[in-house]
């Protein structure tokens, strides 16, 4: 555990930084067969979707791409090929700000759990920009928003010891 540990500290570390010398992106690193470096026209070109969030009585609109399709693209079994030791991954989200979350790889699958999550890239209609950052994780049927993540930077993935 503490190898997994040492390895997630230094991807999501490393990944900032690496974000603020050119355009902004998102590291998808660790345990996945391709990692990748997502930047807005990266995620332009893939399916996209929207949800709508209501905070404080004010709705939003966000649009981007299904957390779960960043996943496939990286090569992790998403869908009908997440099980097994598959089950025992998860993937930390942090910021540029520092901010984490954890995941568990199987609530992030919309074949195992009704909740989507979205790496959203704009809002009402309009590219996040300032204090949001380029890209948000939005978790829309969450009661609090605790596990959205403005500035979203990396999504760090590890395979715990079996």
């Not at 990692?35 to 979707?49: K, N």
């Not at 609530?107 to 996040?128: C, F, H, M, N, R």
């Not at 948000?136 to 590890?158: C, E, F, N, Q, W």
């Amino acid at each position: 555990m503490l190898a997994a540990s040492m390895v997630v500290s230094l991807a999501v570390t490393a990944a900032p930084v690496a974000a603020q010398q050119g355009a902004p992106s998102i590291a998808v690193s660790g345990a996945v067969p391709t990692p990748l470096t997502l930047t807005a026209t990266d995620l332009a070109a893939m399916p996209r979707a929207s949800v709508t969030t209501t905070n404080n009585g004010i709705a939003t609109k966000y649009e981007g791409v299904w957390l779960a399709e960043v996943l496939r693209k990286a090569g992790l079994p998403i869908g009908n090929g997440l099980r097994g030791g598959s089950l025992s991954m998860y993937v930390l989200a942090a910021a540029s700000d520092g901010y984490q979350v954890l995941f568990s790889l199987g609530e992030l699958d919309p074949e195992i759990t009704d909740g989507q999550y979205l790496v959203a890239d704009a809002a009402d209609s309009k590219p996040l920009f300032g204090e949001m950052g380029a890209f948000r994780l939005v978790v829309p049927g969450d009661k609090r928003g605790a596990r959205s993540i403005r500035m979203l930077a990396s999504l760090t993935v590890v395979q715990t010891k079996r």
